[in-house]
């Protein structure tokens, strides 16, 4: 079993940053995927970005250039650094691991962006 526990949700103006952590414990293999996605008020939850054990990256469109996702896999951390943010990035964020044929997801953390 893994448990994920996000941290580093907050409330930011418009145009500032904010970083995320999501930090992994239990039964964690060395090739795994994490993943950051967000649900905002009202809609469904969309995949935000992507990194592999291997430390390739993917992003949405809606947040590339402006977000940047890392890990530290000695510590099963993954972190996301948010810039210039917008009234748009307001929402839950949640992490989440794969590995082998398991998903597991975190409790989420609250962004919000004020104007």
């Known amino acids: 079993q893994v448990q994920l526990v996000e941290s580093g949700g907050g409330l930011v103006q418009a145009g500032g940053s904010l970083r995320l952590s999501c930090a992994a414990s239990?039964?964690?293999?060395?090739?795994?995927?994490m993943y950051w996605h967000r649900q905002a008020p009202g809609k469904q939850r969309e995949w935000v970005a992507t990194i592999t054990s291997g430390g390739n990256t993917n992003y949405a469109d809606s947040v590339k250039g402006r977000f940047t996702i890392s890990r530290d896999n000695a510590k099963n951390t993954v972190s996301l650094q948010m810039n210039n943010l917008k009234l748009e990035d307001t929402a839950v964020y949640y992490c989440r691991l794969t590995q082998w044929a398991s998903n597991y997801w975190g409790q989420g953390t609250q962004v919000t962006v004020s104007s």
């Open positions: 239990g039964s964690i293999f060395s090739i795994n995927t």
